[in-house]
């Protein structure tokens, strides 16, 4: 053991006895603790004093207490340390570990907590009783569908849904918030803005709604079948002045902007002329994929540039792109004749890899499996507390999807695998990841797997008959039909 872990250890156990002095007290333990469980996340709210300092003691043990959670005995145990009502224990936030056991799995027990009080710099009080909640994985099925209001769109078909995070994970306490863009036929364009306050079900009985509605501007006279979009906020973590952008494309490479996601403007110029099916933000540049092959690059979403590089890769085959997906400035376009398109520059430079002749439609990326555990580490965050964990497995992988089911995955560039089985469906029409792969078929069914490798199992149907889209925020999903349906799940 090192001198700088005894050095942390040693004084995060003197700030627990109040061996370093105190000037306050120690205060009786909160009442009215309730838990809600999210995917891979716990929100905790409690009868709140502002004069008091609250901690909170987590741990997948029932024999947690204030006292014992520093032992290396204890599965996933930690402390939030100077915390507010309502707090969210995040997985990956503050290296907290939050994972989903299997169910009815008793060597995976439920996560339990307790929170004491202090004044000063007293040591805490007596914890409160051990209450506990076991997270579970987003899109059933112990995460319920629950549809939020029709879009009022008359007879828009719509095609695509899109998401800009505006918080991560734990800000103010909650859970992302985030705007979600539709669109679809003839311009239009809806957005809804969703700030859940807790990471249970969203239903007002936990604190949250369903979902609203809210036209967009479109320029005048703009009727252009819209069919895919993106958003960023490219200030993270400050909704009051986000800093956002908007892209959105569709049929006949018709491409509109936005700072806002209410009103739209067009692009400068049409740099094609083919029909564009997708868009994803590439960590610096938004990046769309259509027709003939065609890849468009854009800083700010308002000037266009094609993409020779990508032409080059392509190597004259001109597949028509389907969708693409990116982490941070990695990106992963798929499309007809197996062709899978990467880039690991935010667009700048393309790799072709073709596997199978399928028509891919979807691709999506998984980084951590919060469904599983390794070993035991000893961690210590910024901002206070000491975790001492049993890490979730990083998986690191990404997973295609056609239309009849087929999948491969890979987890090194270009390396696909194919699926060991096809997914148990005539139709899939979008795939997504929060902990686990969720792929959405026509008839509304989700489907699970929990790294992409294992085959996708029926886990809950969201509800909509005829669905279009799927999009995940990272701690859940919302599911889009065609007539402007819509269901979340969290």
């Given at each position: 053991m090192n001198s700088r872990f005894v050095l942390t250890l040693t004084l995060a156990t003197l700030a627990l006895c109040g061996c370093l002095g105190n000037s306050g007290s120690s205060t009786p333990p909160p009442n009215g603790v309730q838990l809600y469980p999210g995917d891979a996340a716990i929100s905790v709210t409690w009868n709140y004093d502002p004069a008091i300092q609250?901690?909170?003691?987590?741990a997948q043990d029932p024999t947690l207490t204030t006292l014992n959670w520093s032992t290396?005995?204890?599965?996933?145990?930690g402390v939030l340390t100077y915390v507010s009502s309502p707090s969210i224990l995040c997985n990956g936030t503050f290296r907290t570990v939050i994972n989903n056991p299997p169910p009815l799995n008793p060597l995976y027990p439920a996560t339990y907590v307790t929170i004491n009080g202090r004044t000063g710099s007293s040591p805490g009080g007596e914890g409160s009783s051990l209450v506990y909640t076991t997270p579970r994985a987003a899109g059933g099925p112990f995460s319920p569908w629950i549809a939020g209001d029709a879009i009022p769109a008359g007879n828009v078909t719509f095609n695509g849904l899109g998401y800009a995070a505006l918080t991560s994970c734990g800000y103010s306490g909650r859970p992302p918030w985030g705007i979600y863009v539709a669109v679809g036929s003839g311009g239009a364009i809806y957005s809804s803005t969703l700030a859940p306050n807790v990471a249970g079900p969203l239903i007002a009985s936990s604190g949250n709604v369903g979902m609203t509605w809210t036209q967009g501007n479109i320029p005048i006279g703009f009727s252009a079948n819209l069919v895919s979009v993106a958003g960023v906020a490219t200030s993270g973590n400050n909704p009051a002045a986000p800093n956002l952008l908007f892209a959105a494309v569709g049929n006949g490479g018709a491409m509109l902007r936005s700072v806002d996601g209410q009103n739209w403007a067009l692009a400068n110029g049409n740099p094609t002329s083919n029909n564009l099916n997708a868009v994803?933000?590439?960590?610096t540049a938004f990046i769309a994929v259509g027709d003939q092959g065609v890849v468009l690059t854009s800083p700010d979403g308002l000037t266009w540039t094609p993409s020779t590089?990508?032409?080059t890769a392509e190597q004259n085959s001109a597949p028509n792109l389907n969708a693409i997906h990116c982490t941070a400035n990695s990106c992963v376009a798929v499309g007809s004749n197996g062709a899978t398109l990467w880039t690991s520059d935010s667009g700048a430079q393309w790799a072709m890899y073709t596997f199978g002749t399928n028509n891919w439609i979807g691709v999506a990326y998984g980084n951590q499996d919060a469904n599983a555990d390794d070993t035991a580490v000893v961690n210590f965050p910024v901002g206070g507390g000491v975790t001492i964990t049993v890490q979730n497995e990083a998986i690191n992988t990404w997973v295609v999807v056609d239309g009849s089911g087929n999948y491969a995955y890979a987890t090194s560039t270009g390396g696909w695998i194919a699926g060991s089985s096809p997914i148990a469906t005539s139709s899939v029409v979008g795939i997504d990841y929060t902990t686990r792969f969720l792929a959405l078929d026509g008839s509304g069914n989700a489907w699970a797997s929990e790294n992409g490798i294992?085959?996708?199992?029926?886990v809950g149907n969201s509800g909509i008959t005829n669905?279009?889209?799927?999009?995940s925020n990272g701690q859940g999903y919302v599911a889009l039909g065609v007539?402007?349906?819509n269901a979340s799940s969290f």
């Open positions: 609250y901690w909170i003691f987590y290396n005995e204890l599965l996933n145990a994803a933000w590439g960590g590089n990508a032409a294992n085959p996708f199992l029926l669905p279009t889209s799927l999009r007539s402007g349906t």
